[in-house]
Every structure is written in C-alpha cells, then in structure tokens.
C-alpha cells in the first residue's frame, strides 16, 4: 500500500521546488529523517546538495537524521535559519511573531518586574550597506508555530542557566523596510552581568534554532540568507553559558 508523505517548505527551497508543499508516494508508514530526505532526493536529485543542509521538523521539532517519523505526522523541511498565522500581537505574549511594526519600549515592558536591578533590550534594524552591496529592504519568512515554540525554549533555558532572569523576544515577518526593526530581545536579571550574558545568549541561540529566514533584496538582485556561522546543527546541545 503507497501511503502519500506532505512535506511543507520554507525560505528559498519553495523557489527550487516550484511549490510551497512537496508530496512524495512511499509504501513504508515510518521512517528515518535521514531516510526521508533521500527518499526526497530521488526524486528532485538537482537539489541533494540543499537537502544535505537543511533539517526535518516533526510536529513543530526538529528531528535528527536517526529520528522515526511517520506519514501522518505533521513535516516540515527547513534551510538554515538567519535567524502563517503569528500570535496576533497579543501584549501579554513573550514570545511573539508578528506582521506589524515591534516597540522595543512594549517588548522591554514584559520583562521588568521589581526583583530585577537590571534590563536591557536588543534591537536588530535593517542596515543599507552589507559588502559593498546596498540593501533595499529585507523580508522575513518564518515557520510561525514552531518559531514561538523555539523562542520559548530559549526563554526557559535562560531562566535556567540565569536564576530567575527573564527574557521576551518579538520578531516580525514580511516586508521590513532601512532601519526598521525586525527583531527586539528584552532580557532582565536581578544582577547587570547575568543580564548583559543571558541577552548574548538569547541573540546567538535565536541564531541557531529559530526557523525565521531573511531574504535580502539589493538594488541588482535577492538572495535568502540563512546560518553564517559554520554547519548549522540546531539539535546540538546549547552553548556554554
């Protein structure tokens, strides 16, 4: 019995694929993250090279090469990250992913509470310039369920690793014009070392785990930009604090 395997897509590998959604027909009602995108890669073999790169998501989780799935689960393949429906803007949310303009002020608001000395707030803008190629404006793509999902754990790993700390981050998707804000971490602590380390901490993690892509668009052309820092391996255990 042929069973049919839905896998979404994301940031440029809708552009390689021609579709937003690949299907691929299997008899096999489990299989490997790894056997999967082999499995893929017979198919569209032009794009093994990508597929090596990029990680399957299960049910809103990155999944290792080694790890089951199953045909009725929910799948995704993700690109390297740079960085649907979103959490519309909810105040009272930490973790937001939004269409809309983000307020550093609102984002660092949820964050201060009066046994913390210490606060601070990171503010990612469009920049013009980047290698002598001028930037016309930047757009965002993001797995929003799974991007909140991702943002939360990295809220939870630094109330662990800073005692008490908490952290609020907002990201916006779409269009994001020069020296607009695309992204605005808000960290507090009781202590100012713990704060400046616990904000560090949140900025490279968002980095690593959270599938939120940038296409840069320039004055001659685009390109979607994802991790820049070496193989990106977003199952690998957190970095040091």
Not at 65 to 74: I, Q, R, T, V, Y
Not at 112 to 125: D, K, M, Q, R
């Amino acid at each position: 019995m042929m069973r049919t395997w839905k896998i979404k897509l994301f940031a440029g590998l809708p552009e390689r694929f021609g579709t937003a959604e690949i299907t691929i027909e299997n008899e096999a009602l489990a299989m490997t993250a790894g056997e999967l995108k082999n499995a893929i890669a017979k198919v569209w073999p032009q794009h093994q090279a990508v597929l090596a790169s990029s990680f399957v998501a299960r049910n809103h989780a990155y999944a290792n090469d080694g790890e089951m799935l199953h045909a009725n689960d929910e799948l995704a393949l993700l690109p390297p990250v740079s960085g649907g429906q979103a959490s519309q803007d909810d105040p009272s949310e930490l973790f937001v992913i939004t269409e809309g303009p983000i307020s550093s002020d609102e984002v660092l608001k949820k964050v201060i509470v009066p046994e913390h000395g210490a606060s601070l707030a990171f503010v990612g803008t469009t920049r013009e310039w980047t290698h002598g190629q001028r930037t016309i404006h930047l757009e965002y793509e993001a797995y929003a369920p799974m991007a909140v999902l991702t943002m939360k754990q990295i809220g939870d790993e630094i109330a662990e690793r800073w005692t008490g700390a908490k952290c609020a981050i907002s990201h916006r998707i779409g269009k994001v014009g020069l020296a607009e804000t695309s992204v605005v971490i808000a960290v507090s602590a009781p202590h100012r070392e713990s704060c400046y380390d616990a904000s560090r901490y949140a900025i490279e993690r968002l980095k690593q785990i959270v599938p939120i892509w940038k296409k840069e668009i320039w004055e001659d052309g685009s390109e979607w930009k994802g991790h820049q820092q070496g193989p990106w391996n977003p199952v690998a255990p957190p970095l040091e604090a």
